[in-house]
């Protein structure tokens, strides 16, 4: 039988249900408990976890995963609940009983729930508040592309459990209101409605004002609010008054309930109420009052899965369901305002460890295999057990070397850019995996010729109301363009999903997305987010620096570059001619279409995402022709790829005795150091031109030797990219239109004096010539700084 079409075990027994998730919550607070009381770490810093925000969602959870979720369905879990979730998967028998006693150590499950290093088939990582949650709304886009191009999957419901707090987060608002969100019909979010965040109780009643965004956007809003004793309550005969009551409650004054003694409790709850509550109240004794009035349906289990469906029911646009919760459900920190990093004493949780039954020997324990609970955990392990990924998924997917572009005229990267994705778009085995994206700049990166040939995805056709001789805007489920709006946190959570293809909708894609490159840093916490997440994607920031002369500070981009090099998982790349992009890009391609693999001959780790930062800047091209004609294309596309080459060789003036000096460049700026290299040699300086392609494969293979080194207590080599790039030692001068400080290294890693040019400051409009003298990047510049470099021998 096919797992994953397979029904979900029939009738779900409540009683079963119940006793699944007192184990649920009892080890994901032991998880944190022995976290911190059982292991000594020997530094002295407290080892944390979160056992309230855990308990939260322990109800919603066990429902999910003991009685709602089939195989395909992809879930991404609220940072705080991670110890949940792994005491779910340890249930379910997908995770070794040896990892509980390993939260937040070394090797061990992870603080927050991550796809790249927790053993249990973590869907989405989450930790960063907001991004988790919007993820999955990305998935199911990327989802709804792939069923569009690739034939349809089975279908997966994507669901995204989120701290009610994690709304204040602008990301999430961002995500709903964008277009290309629209009519996710398998998107399920879950809002943890605990009231409650780090600091406080959340102030007032936000959820009425929450439930009108989502509405406004076309979201399907459930409520899973009161439990089954407060709507019995409420149907008795003047019960209704309770409603209206809680309904009007300040969160402060609601949270202020709980901790209290049953007779505090009715005091409390009845101060300021109208009378005819205080009424009704009378009629109740207070220990059943006091578990009236808390009794929410985010902890009944019938009450969520009855509104699980009611989710499922509307299959045209997404759902979002507000769970009520207590934050610390259960446990003796219940509700406290301070509980977030609250943890129980060793005296509590020994008395929990009773309540259940269980002793020291027993309380790591499964659930029995031979009672009604564990035969129901051994049926759901069978039912959600994922069926392995198709190979044949991508396997017509071969990316060229090259695609053989020819720039005889000035030239921008930018420009070229946008060329050879038209001519891979030409290719049968490029063509069907190429997706792009952009934030509302398609154009204005050169993307059109792409969109041209390949269209603008749409899930359903759109009629064109006007014609554009020069961008065919055609929209259907055929387009392989996604426009979105100007949200830079959607572009590169939507990257990091359409890279996670391969994964969570079992088809690899070649994910391109272009962006101004200052706004890089605008949708950099979800950059960040997407390549921890193991996402796999390229994207283009252009145009950059202060090359883009006339649009002024505001638009120029500076530390954009460091953040290239400096960002794990992430290859930068900066050419500045254009068949050195077609081979860069080409080859970055291919390494994003081995998944898991590594692209030969240049970066034997590469398996992450790449970083153009390009420009609108035209530059001649003569002088790369000349370094092929010199090189040959073999050897200087290897050395293109590993991250630099000698552009301009001044060796032989230096054999013949003139002093060595090497300016090395990096981007738009070529021309001026090129220019710099010619005046030096006038005045009998050898000067060698090295083009740095990727700052960041250089500095990685030095660090790599260097590390190397320290590892094995022995004297580090120097890097082939280095040598071949600087085979002899001379000072070096270094210019950049990004911050110095990128290639300040380089006088260390070659071990001589080194003087860095780059742009330290914000920039202003003007014309480039302006800029590049205004930051000391024009060929006057270049050449004083060669004759420091010099003098500091
Ligand atoms: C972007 C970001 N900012 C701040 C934090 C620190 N932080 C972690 S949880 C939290 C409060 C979350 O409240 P809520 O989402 O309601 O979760 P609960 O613990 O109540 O379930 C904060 C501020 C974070 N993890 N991520
Ligand atoms: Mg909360």
């Given at each position: 039988m096919d797992i994953a079409s397979s029904p979900p075990p029939a009738d779900y027994d409540h009683a079963v249900l119940e006793e699944i998730q007192q184990r649920v919550l009892w080890l994901a607070t032991r998880i944190i408990d022995a976290a911190n009381h059982d292991r000594d770490t020997g530094d002295g810093v407290k080892v944390g976890g979160h056992q309230a925000s855990s308990a939260s969602l322990v109800t919603v959870m066990t429902a999910l995963y003991f009685a709602h979720l089939d195989a395909p369905d992809r879930v991404s879990v609220k940072p705080h609940a991670s110890p949940v979730y792994h005491a779910i998967q340890y249930l379910l028998g997908n995770l070794d009983r040896s990892y509980l006693t390993t939260l937040r150590a070394f090797g061990g499950l992870q603080s927050y729930p991550s796809r790249t290093k927790d053993p249990d088939g973590v869907d989405f990582s989450t930790g960063s508040v907001g991004l988790g949650a919007a993820a999955p709304l990305f998935a199911a886009a990327t989802r709804r592309y792939v069923d569009a191009h690739f034939g349809a999957r089975p279908r997966s419901r994507f669901i995204a459990l989120i701290g009610d707090a994690e709304l204040d987060e602008g990301n999430i608002w961002e995500a709903v209101a964008d277009p290309a969100t629209d009519g996710l019909g398998d998107v399920l979010w879950i809002v943890d409605v605990n009231r409650q965040s780090l600091d406080r109780v959340v102030p007032g009643v936000r959820i009425a004002q929450w439930e009108q965004q989502f509405s406004a956007a076309g979201w399907h809003v459930v409520e899973a609010k009161y439990g089954r004793a407060l709507q019995a309550a409420f149907a008795q005969a003047g019960g209704e008054c309770i409603r209206s009551w809680i309904d009007a409650m300040p969160n402060e004054h609601y949270q202020s309930l709980f901790g209290l003694e049953p007779a505090e409790v009715r005091e409390r709850f009845l101060d300021g109420a109208p009378a005819e509550v205080k009424e009704f109240c009378s009629g109740v004794d207070d220990e059943e009052l006091a578990a009236l009035v808390t009794d929410l349906a985010g902890h009944d289990l019938n009450s969520l899965l009855d509104a699980f469906a009611q989710c499922d029911s509307d299959r045209d646009r997404p759902s979002v369901l507000f769970a009520y919760t207590i934050k610390g459900w259960g446990l003796p920190i219940a509700g406290n305002p301070r509980n977030h990093s609250a943890l129980l004493t060793t005296t509590q949780i020994s008395h929990m460890r009773e309540q259940l039954q269980l002793t020291p020997a027993t309380e790591?324990?499964?659930?029995?295999?031979?009672?009604p609970a564990g035969q129901w955990a051994a049926a759901r392990r069978e039912h959600l057990a994922r069926a392995p990924h198709t190979a044949a998924a991508g396997s017509t997917l071969q990316v060229p070397d090259s695609t053989g572009l020819r720039a005889a005229r000035p030239i921008s990267t930018q420009e070229a850019f946008g060329r050879i994705l038209v001519d891979l778009s030409r290719s049968e085995s490029v063509r069907p995996y190429l997706v792009t994206t952009a934030p509302d700049v398609a154009t204005s990166t050169n993307l059109a010729g792409f969109i041209n040939r390949a269209g603008v995805f749409s899930p359903v056709p759109r009629r064109a109301w006007s014609e554009d001789p020069v961008l065919k805007w055609a929209e259907g489920p055929d387009g392989q363009h996604i426009e979105l709006g100007i949200s830079e946190m959607n572009l590169f959570l939507l990257l990091g999903q359409l890279g996670l293809a391969w994964d969570l909708s079992d088809q690899p894609l070649l994910p391109v997305g272009t962006v101004y490159d200052p706004f890089v840093l605008r949708g950099l916490d979800a950059f960040i987010y997407s390549v921890y997440s193991g996402a796999r994607f390229v994207v283009a920031g252009t145009p950059s620096g202060v090359t883009l002369a006339p649009e002024g500070g505001a638009h120029q981009s500076t530390i954009t570059a460091s953040v290239g090099i400096e960002l794990p998982n992430v290859t930068f790349i900066e050419p500045a001619y254009a068949v050195a992009l077609d081979w860069l890009l080409c080859g970055a391609l291919q390494s994003v279409a081995t998944v898991g693999g590594s692209l030969p001959g240049t970066e034997p780790t590469e398996t992450g995402s790449y970083y153009f930062r390009l420009t609108t800047r035209g530059i001649d091209q003569q002088p790369f022709q000349a370094a092929r004609e010199r090189l040959g294309d073999a050897i200087l596309r290897r050395q293109v790829l590993a991250g630099a080459y000698r552009l301009v060789d001044a060796s032989e003036s230096a054999a013949a005795g003139a002093p060595p000096v090497y300016l090395v460049g990096c981007g738009a700026v070529l021309p001026e150091v090129l220019a710099a290299a010619a005046e030096l040699s006038d005045e009998g300086i050898a000067a060698s031109v090295v083009d740095v392609t990727s700052p960041d494969r250089l500095y990685r293979a030095w660090q790599r030797t260097l590390r190397q080194g320290v590892r094995t207590a022995t004297t580090p080599s120097v890097p082939g990219a280095l040598r071949s790039a600087f085979p002899d030692r001379a000072p070096v001068v270094t210019v950049h239109d990004a911050a110095s400080h990128t290639m300040s290294w380089l006088g260390s890693a070659i071990g001589v004096p080194a003087v860095s040019l780059g742009v330290d400051g914000f920039g202003q409009s003007g014309a480039v010539a302006d800029l590049y003298r205004a930051h000391d990047l024009d060929p006057g510049s270049i050449v004083n700084a060669a004759l420091a470099a010099l003098s500091l021998r």
């Open positions: 790591w324990d499964r659930l029995d295999p031979m009672t």
